[in-house]
């Protein structure tokens, strides 16, 4: 499943400087996966630890929150686009 | 100006940045904050000092992140802290005050005091044109403030904002972008923008200058009270950022012997079709859930608070509450505050006043407490909200008879000497 995902400004440093890159996979934790193993370092960004995404990382599935949608099992499919958000913004 | 920036710090893992337009930490997306030389700045602040300042928020200067003299929105700040005794009495408060910033210049809203500071900043970095996310009031505010400094602007608002919003944006022309959406869209959406544009985005890349502009009504209450800190204060919420940078202003003054150290107990409001705050809280949970908004509170209508970690912290450090207010309950605290007071505000006034009065029955305040409830916006501007809840004028001609036919009073024919004397 080819699905495009956008990649904020603080984290551009890891994919040399893209803003967009394509990536396979069925969901947002796979998805999280393959991101580390073609741009490595990126997963510790957006996951603490226990491998839980951090508190002040927001990612959008077609611009719907995956909180409102199944989490980090939330599918993802040919075509889709995902987007990666800093949560500190705005107010 | 003297130095007293020394750099940005993430508030979570403690990195450090040096002071330009980054908001969030590389290493773990937490919030980047200004990291003061309070050594330095203890060296030249005091009250004397803050005295002999203009009557603005510049008088604060030493603690507001711009390495240089403001250059735009020189007239912010120093709104009247009101002394609201009729409001007081009804809700068994000796000394209820009202932080009216509905008369804030020049856009009627607190948003002038972090505009101001965020845009003198952003014209520090060299930026030409500046934007931001808004649900009304920070929209207005940049457009104006923008206006004044001649530079290019870009204000993104949901599409349902109320007229008033709307039109305050589009008089100072700049480029008003509706979104198709909520305010956390319209948010998500100038994030990515931000990242793709060298555009100065008040609330994003600048914001952690931005919000500290917010501290100025904490340095303002406390000047105003005689230099002390309240015993309560009640702030509206929507990211949650101006309720905790009302704390930060009150220790920062404490820290720098500005006033005693003195406990403040931070209560805060929201609505309740809006309340991911004050639901946590309710629950007892560290974290905020995101919620998507239905509340006439447009300008607190934040499902996914970016401050909300912080400022459910902030309520467990200083035994503070949180509260939440229907909608009838929030024009019912608008009209509560306009006929009391002759103050009238918006609809996150209604939801302060409303949440106010909650916890005046809940028996949060003692009758002699200083309590202080911040009232962030203008009514003229959300008139929707309370057309259908006030009363209609009387039509009559234009003559005596027109008027007795509706009026006959028994003053009449009487000296003001005698319906004094009963």
């Known amino acids: 499943m080819a699905v495009s995902v956008r990649i904020p400004a603080p984290l551009r440093k890891l994919t040399g400087g893209l803003g967009d890159v394509t990536v396979d996979a069925g969901n947002v934790a796979t998805l999280v996966d393959k991101l580390e193993a073609a741009y490595p370092g990126l997963k510790a960004r957006l996951c603490d630890d226990s491998g839980q995404i951090r508190p002040f990382v927001n990612i959008y599935v077609n611009d719907e929150d995956i909180r409102f949608l199944k989490g980090p099992d939330t599918p993802v499919n040919d075509g889709d686009s995902v987007s990666i958000v800093p949560a500190i913004a705005g107010g | ?422």
């Open chain 2, 1 to 422: 100006m003297k130095a007293k920036i020394k750099g940005l710090k993430c508030r979570e893992c403690g990195s450090d940045y040096k002071a330009e337009a980054v908001h969030v930490c590389e290493f773990c997306f937490g919030p980047l904050e200004v990291d003061y030389d309070y050594e330095a700045i203890g060296k030249r602040l005091s009250r004397k000092s803050i005295q002999a300042g203009p009557p603005s928020l510049w008088r604060y200067a030493d603690l507001l992140p711009i390495d240089g003299e403001p250059t735009v929105g020189l007239n912010v700040g120093m709104t009247p802290l009101v002394h609201a005794k009729n409001l007081g009495r009804k809700l068994g408060l000796n000394h209820l005050y009202v932080k009216n910033d509905t008369v804030n210049h020049p856009t009627l809203s607190f948003k002038d005091r972090v505009v101001s500071v965020a845009i003198s900043r952003a014209r520090e970095f060299g930026y030409q044109t500046v934007a931001c996310a808004s649900t009304g009031n920070l929209a207005n505010s940049v457009s104006a403030h923008a206006a004044e400094a001649g530079l290019g602007c870009y204000v993104f608002i949901p599409a349902d904002l109320e007229a008033g919003k709307v039109l305050g944006n589009l008089i100072y022309n700049p480029t008003v972008l509706s979104v198709k959406g909520n305010y956390d869209d319209v948010n998500r959406l100038c994030s990515e923008i931000a990242s793709e544009y060298p555009w100065a985005f008040v609330n994003i890349n600048v914001r952690p200058y931005y919000a500290e502009g917010s501290k100025t009504l904490a340095f303002e209450t406390a000047e105003q009270l005689g230099w002390r800190a309240p015993d309560h204060v009640v702030v509206p919420m929507a990211s949650g950022s101006l309720y905790t940078k009302i704390k930060k202003g009150l220790a920062e003054f404490t820290r720098l012997g500005i006033i005693d150290n003195h406990p403040t107990r931070m209560h805060g409001a929201q609505a309740t079709g809006c309340s991911p705050i004050a639901m946590a809280f309710e629950e007892g949970r560290n974290f905020v859930r995101p919620v998507k908004p239905d509340t006439i509170a447009k300008s607190l209508a934040i499902g996914n608070p970016a401050d909300g970690f912080y400022a459910l912290k902030t309520a467990a450090e200083s035994d503070g509450r949180m509260g939440h207010v229907s909608d009838p309950e929030i024009v019912e605290g608008i009209k509560l505050l306009a006929e009391c007071e002759g103050i009238f505000a918006e609809t996150a006034g209604g939801v302060t006043i409303g949440t106010l009065k909650k916890l005046a029955a809940a028996g949060t305040f003692h009758k002699d407490d200083v309590v202080v409830a911040y009232i962030t916006g203008n009514g003229l501007k959300t008139q929707e909200a309370v057309r259908d809840h006030v009363g209609k004028p009387v039509e009559i001609s234009a003559n005596l008879a027109g008027f007795e036919e509706k009026f006959k009073l028994e003053d009449k024919g009487r000296t003001l000497q005698e319906r004094a004397a009963g």
